[in-house]
């Protein structure tokens, strides 16, 4: 069995058929992903009911992340460091940076692109379920919380040329 969120090298090794299926994942400014995902902890960790159907690892950010926005990026995507750093290489490429054929779709194009994935996907074309954008999440940026992203995503801001976006300033 996979768990929830299994990288892309996980499911290359178990479906026999990955060479004739269409692989993409959408890609994000990760400046957008730490403030969503800052947000979402900062409200769930002051409403935990509010919180829905947590993981344990959800659990222990929400019981042991300092608050500071430095300590969150740390405990949150720390891991990303390991092999130049980004998403796109942690989730979407075997662990040695080899590419496994994945296409990126970078969100700010999901919504026009989707009729295309979904032709690729041989299914019937349907409105996208959400938009899963914070709406106007609010971040207190740092030098110092700035620097953990332009480090621990280094790979996806070279990759997709992400640049930081005109609302994060201190």
């Known amino acids: 069995l ?6 892309a090298a996980e499911l290359h090794t178990v479906l026999p058929s990955w060479a004739g299926i269409f692989r993409w994942s959408v ?12 947000a979402l ?15 344990a690892y959800w659990l222990s950010v929400l019981q042991n992340s300092g608050k500071s926005l430095e300590e969150y990026i740390e ?5 990303l460091r390991a092999g130049g ?6 989730w979407c ?11 990126p779709v970078v969100y700010d194009t999901l919504q026009e692109r989707w ?6 996907m041989r299914i019937p074309v349907a409105p996208l379920p959400a938009d899963n954008r914070g709406a106007s999440v609010s971040v ?5 919380a700035d620097a953990q992203v332009q480090v621990y995503f280094a790979d996806d801001i070279a990759r997709f040329g992400f640049q930081r976006p005109a609302s994060v300033g201190w």
């Open 93 to 103: 490429s075997m662990p040695d940076g080899r590419q496994l054929g994945v296409e």
């Open 27 to 38: 890609v994000r400014n990760p400046w957008d992903v730490v403030a969503s995902s800052y």
């Open 140 to 144: 207190q940026w740092t030098e110092a």
């Open 41 to 55: 902890f900062q409200r769930d960790s002051q409403y935990p009911e509010s919180a829905q159907q947590p993981t």
């Open 85 to 90: 750093g980004g998403h796109w290489r942690h």
């Open 2 to 7: 996979l768990r929830r969120h299994a990288r």
């Open 115 to 120: 009729p295309e994935l979904c032709e690729r």
């Open 75 to 79: 405990r949150c995507f720390g891991y």
